[in-house]
C-alpha cells in the first residue's frame, strides 16, 4: 500500500477547518482566505500552502484516504450551506432579491447563465458556445473575447495598370 504522507497535518487542518466552517461568515472568502484563517490557528507544523489546499479540493489523494475524503465533504457541505443561504435570502427578500442573485452569479459558476452559454448568429445559422470559467480572471477573458468591439474593413480592389506588370531588373 502506498504511504499516505503526513496524515497528522491532514488530520489537525481538517479538525481546524472544521471550526472555521462552522464559525466564520464564509459566504465572500476565497480559497487564500480560506487558508489564512485555518492556518493562523494551528502551530507552523500544522499549516499548509495554497496549493496543498488546491490539491485537496481537487481530490488529489489516496482512494482509502479517511481525512482526504472528510475534507472534500466538509468543502462541498460548505458550498451546499452558501447556496442555501443565498437562495432563502433571495426568496424572503421580495423587494432586493436581485442583489443575492448577483452574489449567487459570482460565486456559483453554473448560476450564471451568461458564462454558460452565449448565442452566437453568423450567417443565419444560430450555434449555442457553452463556455465555463472556473476563476473571474478566466471570465474577464472570455468576456473580453465574446464582447469585443470590432470595426469591419470591407476590402477593395487595387487597380494595377500595364506598366506596373513590366518585367524590370530591380536591385535588391
Same mark, same amino acid.
Given at each position: 500500500?502506498?504511504?499516505? /504522507?503526513?496524515?497528522?497535518?491532514? &488530520?489537525?487542518? *481538517?479538525?481546524?477547518?472544521?471550526?472555521?466552517?462552522?464559525?466564520?461568515?464564509?459566504?465572500?472568502?476565497? &480559497?487564500? &482566505?480560506?487558508?489564512?484563517?485555518?492556518?493562523?490557528?494551528?502551530?507552523?507544523?500544522?499549516?499548509?500552502?495554497?496549493?496543498?489546499?488546491?490539491?485537496?479540493?481537487? /481530490? @488529489?489523494?489516496? @482512494?482509502?484516504?479517511?481525512? /482526504? !475524503?472528510?475534507?472534500?465533504?466538509l468543502v462541498?457541505?460548505a458550498l451546499?450551506?452558501?447556496?442555501?443561504?443565498?437562495?432563502?435570502?433571495?426568496?424572503?427578500?421580495? @423587494?432586493?432579491?436581485?442583489?443575492? +442573485?448577483?452574489?449567487?452569479?459570482?460565486?456559483?459558476? !453554473?448560476?450564471?447563465? @451568461?458564462? *454558460?452559454?452565449?448565442?452566437?448568429?453568423?450567417? !443565419?445559422?444560430? +450555434? *449555442?458556445?457553452?463556455?465555463?470559467?472556473?476563476?473571474?480572471?478566466? +471570465?474577464?477573458?472570455?468576456?473580453?473575447?465574446?464582447?469585443?468591439?470590432?470595426?469591419?474593413?470591407?476590402?477593395?480592389?487595387?487597380?494595377?495598370?500595364? &506598366?506596373?506588370?513590366?518585367?524590370?531588373?530591380?536591385?535588391?
Amino acid at each position: 500500500m502506498k504511504k499516505l /504522507g503526513r496524515p497528522f497535518k491532514q &488530520d489537525n487542518w *481538517i479538525k481546524e477547518l472544521e471550526n472555521v466552517l462552522n464559525n466564520e461568515n464564509i459566504l465572500f472568502l476565497s &480559497d487564500s &482566505d480560506l487558508v489564512f484563517l485555518v492556518n493562523k490557528n494551528l502551530d507552523e507544523a500544522d499549516r499548509i500552502c495554497k496549493s496543498t489546499f488546491e490539491k485537496w479540493k481537487a /481530490g @488529489k489523494h489516496h @482512494k482509502d484516504d479517511v481525512a /482526504g !475524503e472528510k475534507f472534500i465533504e466538509l468543502v462541498h457541505h460548505a458550498l451546499i450551506k452558501q447556496k442555501q443561504f443565498l437562495s432563502k435570502k433571495m426568496i424572503d427578500d421580495d @423587494k432586493n432579491w436581485q442583489r443575492y +442573485a448577483w452574489i449567487m452569479e459570482r460565486k456559483f459558476a !453554473e448560476w450564471n447563465l @451568461k458564462r *454558460i452559454s452565449e448565442n452566437i448568429n453568423r450567417n !443565419e445559422q444560430s +450555434a *449555442i458556445i457553452q463556455i465555463t470559467a472556473s476563476t473571474d480572471e478566466q +471570465a474577464k477573458l472570455i468576456d473580453n473575447i465574446i464582447n469585443i468591439d470590432f470595426e469591419e474593413i470591407k476590402p477593395i480592389r487595387i487597380l494595377i495598370s500595364s &506598366d506596373d506588370n513590366k518585367d524590370e531588373n530591380y536591385n535588391f
